[in-house]
């Protein structure tokens, strides 16, 4: 949503007859205001009032002052005022729209965006700003609608080129938003706010090789920021370019030193490409510095996997008797919480963070929690479990050979091993990155093939009872595909 947008020059003097000192004043406190001095604005403000009669545009410089201030609120009483005044002037429903929005009155905001633009038809920021609002209404179609037309008035606002680019891909034409954002960084070449939501569209469609070409274009006009070089990083990455995305990560470590994701991406980058696993001690490091936000960060990313693991314990749970449970990479305890309702247990969890465990004890759904590496925690065991359960592990493994050999050996016969994937998916010319059974790609996690895991799975003897794709989890706006899936060790499998 754009900043709050004042009056054409010239619209506040048209409300009312005032003495040539009041309008000196006024014209004076918007200079002010917009040189961002309201404390210098707010006297002199004071003065034209006590000048002038009550008018639309001494109201909408009180608004402003208020906005200022933070105080929405008055800043709306103000422009109610005003409105009352001018009904007919769309500055002021362009404003109180504005502030409205600020305040979550979204329909209040929307009706006042349309009255500007039935007011002034030929006003491309009304456009624009009615445009936005029907997006966050979800009005894909009418969105675009708008945004188009303010666009052809004024093809080279880079706001509203975004806008209608966000439009585009809320209403499904991801290639007709990216046109947008291109032919608009042809118009205005150093945008560097345009050509970073054009990089990130690219990524989107998993078009990774423009992403990386738009971000080097970027950085050789001398205007790339760190979004910019995040970008390329994370386009690096997914080419398995790790060397050079570790650069692309540094560089924009430079811009943003006090950026803990950043940071994180270029310590991910480290990762030996030929290790079929993680470190440990970046994986430690990273979930012990991740723990106190680690839950809410995947709320934000549309964490789907307990849910999506939970459904299939509930079909285990209907046919035998499902405990104990080993929870492996167990995190903050995010799995056990969302299967505390069922007749389950006892919960024993692994993992090497512990920070993250810390967080899973205070749940007090763990009978055991322990800090350990897998697998080599599990060829130390003895004990077996009916049920074994993997959330967002496996992404940290290359081979899962002795994974699947270590879970296979501590599983009960008739038990079952319940897990997430990422899935290798080619990029957008079709080229599948890594060796075809499993990538590492950004943030140091893995994808993997079905047919490699499926593979592996059967000539451990285990029994496939469902591979089921769905998406994981969001991330740079778009979805991430994995695979739920549950195998069995035999009953005869002694």
């Known amino acids: 949503m754009a900043m709050f947008v004042p009056a054409k020059k010239g619209e506040q003097m048209e409300f009312a007859e005032q003495t040539v000192d009041a309008g000196a004043l006024m014209t004076r406190v918007e200079q002010l205001i917009d040189q961002g001095r309201p404390a210098a604005a707010r006297p002199l403000l004071v003065a034209a009032r006590g000048l002038a009669q009550p008018s639309a545009g001494l109201s909408m410089l009180a ?24 009904p007919d002037h769309p500055g002021l429903r362009k404003s109180r729209a504005q502030v409205r929005f600020r305040l979550g009155d979204l329909d209040g905001a929307t009706r006042d965006a349309a009255e500007a633009v039935i007011l002034d ?62 032919d608009g960084i ?18 989107r469609r998993r078009d990774f090789a423009q992403a990386e070409r738009l971000a080097e274009q970027t950085r050789m006009l001398g205007i790339a920021d760190a979004t910019t070089f ?143 590496i897998l697998p080599d925690a599990l060829h130390a065991e003895t004990a077996r479990w009916r049920l074994i359960l993997a959330a967002d592990l496996l992404c940290y493994f290359g081979a899962l050979e002795e994974m699947f050999d270590a879970v296979r050996a501590r599983l009960r016969p008739g038990g079952r091993f319940i897990f997430s994937i990422e899935e290798l998916l080619p990029d957008h010319d079709g080229n599948i990155t890594g060796n075809g059974d499993w990538a590492l790609g950004r943030q140091g996690r893995c994808a993997h093939a079905p047919a490699y895991v499926a593979r592996i799975a059967d000539d451990r003897g285990f029994r496939c009872l469902a591979l ?27």
């Not at 042809?186 to 990524?203: D, E, H, K």
């Open 121 to 182: 038809r030929h006003d491309p920021a009304a456009k624009a700003l009615l445009g936005e609002l029907l997006l966050h209404l979800g009005r894909t179609a009418d969105a675009v609608a708008c945004l188009s037309e303010a666009v052809a008035s004024v093809p080279e606002d880079v706001w509203f080129r975004e806008g209608l680019a966000r439009a585009r891909t809320a209403d499904g034409d991801v290639d007709g938003a990216l046109a947008t954002l291109l």
């Open 230 to 372: 995040g970008l390329k990083g994370h386009a690096l990455s997914s080419l398995g370019r790790h060397e050079d995305a570790a650069l692309a990560y540094n560089e924009a470590l430079k811009l943003a030193p006090g950026d803990a994701f950043i940071r994180q991406l270029a310590a991910s980058v480290e990762i030996d490409t030929k290790d079929p696993s993680a470190p440990g001690a970046y994986v430690r490091a990273l979930f012990d510095g991740y723990a106190n936000r680690f839950e809410l960060h995947l709320i934000e990313l549309g964490y789907r996997i307990p849910g999506l693991i939970r459904r299939h314990v509930i079909d285990f749970a209907a046919v035998a008797n499902t405990g104990p449970v080993l929870d492996l990479g167990c995190g903050t305890g995010l799995v056990a919480l969302a299967l505390s309702d069922l007749a389950l247990g006892p919960f024993t969890g692994i993992d090497l963070s512990p920070r993250m465990l810390d967080r899973a004890r205070d749940k007090g759904l763990y009978s055991a929690l322990r800090e350990a």
């Open 186 to 203: 042809v118009i205005v070449p150093t945008a560097t706010s345009m050509r970073n939501a054009a990089i990130l569209l690219c990524v």
């Open 63 to 86: 608004a402003r002052l208020a906005l200022s201030d933070g105080m929405l609120d008055n800043a709306e009483v103000e422009l109610n005022e005003a409105v009352r005044v001018a």
């Open 468 to 494: 089921d794709r769905e998406t994981l989890r969001y991330e740079a706006g778009g979805p991430v595909a994995g695979l739920i899936m549950v195998l069995e060790r035999p009953r005869d499998d002694a």
